[in-house]
């Protein structure tokens, strides 16, 4: 056996035990026999496990294979592990999520979600292993509770946790409903009854939740030395007072820039006066928004082909349903859910939020917004970029780059400006905003999770600059408050992208193809920026020689 054969047979093994531990993780990757019908142990152990069979992959992979024997894809593949485990490491030993935000429920929501709606298997098959997980979860939740028998949870990730268990008996009812006269009476009334025996457990936990309010404490921050660390990890090549001031730079040029817009839309009306007209211009429904993007998907999509940007393959689809409401408090607006890397067909699932009030329809599913939103999550945004690269090596599923996968998303909106999909005034006015909300994001990303602004503070300045409800600017904050240094992703990822393409445009010359640097990102997807550079590298390099 030669040494990258070993190497495989090591990663796959491995991976393997992960997926062992961690049976929601086989579904969300495709890997449905036997993991669909299990649940994880949901106590503390199952997080040191899991870091401990990262930690074995790589000392075994250090203790038995011969990095210089390796060619070069399996040596960026070998990076990658070592880069998850840093990371991974972090995230348990020093962030400790896992033990101070108590929602038990997101993780296992999102997965039987998944499961009703990607159609990669029979749906009395599928219903049959939800009906399974659901019987396991009161054993789950009492494990998890374990996890706080000793440690104090943060009160603001309590109260979004108590929330979430509150709207979790809504999802359980849309999968009744959802799949009543589709499956057989007996297995439609096991799920019933199954449903009903969930009741007192939920309300169990629900009771545990709100008992552990008055013993949470107030901060969640990172702070500086942890921030500057993650950050450090994550090799983006910037510190966070330069990914700061880059943003601050950014909020700059993009407020200049929409005044000027505000002024070609409508003479001598406000930026907040543009903005309303623009809103006012939405569909009369929720449904209708639901279909007019389902239509810009498609119009995306043809366009990406039609002139070349990127590889798109025809049997992959992209759906696009309504956010279930035990999901609603933490996404605001709206999220893809990706394609599973082993499911036979790439399908992936945009979900939208529906506003709590009507009149805030406008506010984010006008008629200027939905092009750069069907770019951003579908083509050649999330959902291409997912169902490219998960036809790659399964190792780098583990890369976590966030910068190439939300910067690739935002990139690619200015990038179809430029090609002359995102048209008209309105439209451009919405996508630098859009811009300003994510320069937002990189200085409150870094002030917030660094402990320099408090989180009133952040809920205005979005409100202010990127002209958010309260609403929404109020569940962004929560999620950034779970998730330091993931929301500066979205600019700073498109910022080093765009440094990236001139880069290569630079060196390559008259060679340079813009299908070929957008295929080798897609198919590289979730690769952090200092690799993906390293694969640019090394196929500029074959270029040459050839």
């Keep these: 056996m030669g040494e990258g054969e070993k190497f495989e047979k090591l990663n796959w093994d491995m991976f393997q035990k992960i997926l062992d531990k961690n049976p929601t993780f086989a579904t969300f990757l495709g890997i449905h026999d036997p993991y669909d019908r299990l649940l994880p142990d949901g106590s503390s152990k199952n997080v040191f496990d899991t870091l401990e069979l990262v930690q074995q992959w790589v000392d075994k992979m250090k203790k038995t294979i011969k990095y210089d024997a390796l060619s070069d894809e399996h040596k960026i593949d070998w990076k990658v592990a070592e880069h998850f485990y840093k990371l991974q490491k972090f995230s348990i030993m020093e962030h400790r999520l896992w033990e101070t935000n108590p929602d038990a429920f997101d993780e296992i929501g999102s997965v039987l979600f998944i499961m009703l709606t990607r159609n990669y298997a029979p749906l009395e098959k599928r219903v049959e292993a939800i009906v399974s997980r659901l019987e396991k979860l009161p054993i789950f939740l009492e494990q998890f509770r374990t996890r706080f028998e000793k440690s104090k949870p943060v009160k603001l990730w309590t109260e979004v946790a108590i929330e979430s268990c509150q709207q979790i008996p809504g999802l359980f009812q849309f999968i009744e409903t959802a799949t009543k006269g589709m499956i057989s009476d007996k297995l439609h009334s096991k799920l019933t009854k199954t449903v009903e025996n969930l009741q007192q457990p939920t309300e169990q936990h629900l009771e545990w939740l709100k008992s552990l309010l008055p013993k949470t404490k107030s901060e969640w921050a990172l702070g500086k030395e942890k921030f500057d660390k993650l950050l450090k990890l994550r090799a983006l090549g910037m510190t966070a007072e330069e990914i700061y001031k880059l943003g601050v730079e950014y909020l700059r040029e993009l407020k200049k820039e929409r005044a000027k817009l505000a002024e070609q839309i409508a003479l001598g009306k406000s930026v907040q006066e543009v903005m309303e007209l623009i809103e006012a211009k939405a569909p009369n429904t929720f449904e209708e928004a639901l279909k007019a993007t389902k239509e810009e998907m498609e119009k995306s999509r043809e366009f990406v082909t039609k002139n070349n940007i990127a590889t798109v393959y025809p049997d992959d689809k992209l759906h696009v349903e309504e956010t279930p409401a035990f999901m609603a408090p933490l996404l605001p607006f709206a999220a893809l859910i990706p394609p599973g890397k082993f499911d036979k067909r790439q399908e992936g699932i945009y979900i939208i939020t529906r506003p709590k009030e009507a009149k805030n329809l406008g506010k984010h599913l006008n008629y200027a ?178």
């Excluded at 959902?383 to 910067?407: C, H, K, M, P, Y």
């Excluded at 300003?436 to 989180?455: C, H, Q």
């Excluded at 979005?462 to 904050?477: F, I, Y």
Aim: net charge negative.
């Design 369 to 546: 917004s939905i092009p750069g939103t069907a770019v951003h999550e579908g083509f050649p945004g999330h959902f291409l970029q997912g169902a490219r690269s998960n036809r790659g090596s399964f190792v780098r599923l583990l890369a976590g780059g966030n910068e190439t996968i939300e910067g690739w998303a935002h990139y690619c909106e200015e990038m179809m400006h430029e090609h002359g999909f995102i048209q008209g005034l309105e439209t451009r006015f919405i996508q630098v905003n859009d811009g300003i909300w994510r320069a937002v994001r990189i200085i409150v990303d870094v002030k917030l999770s660094r402990g320099e602004m408090s989180f009133d503070e952040a809920v205005d300045m979005l409100m202010k600059e990127a002209g958010m409800s309260k609403e929404g600017a109020t569940a962004e904050v929560r999620w950034y408050t779970q998730s330091p240094s993931y929301p500066l992703s979205y600019l700073v990822g498109k910022h080093l992208i765009l440094q990236l393409r001139n880069d290569i445009k630079e060196s390559m010359g008259e060679k340079f193809s813009e299908k070929f640097f957008h295929d080798t990102i897609t198919a590289n997807g979730e690769l952090p920026i200092s690799l993906l550079e390293e694969v640019l590298a090394l196929k500029l390099a074959e270029i040459k020689i050839k």
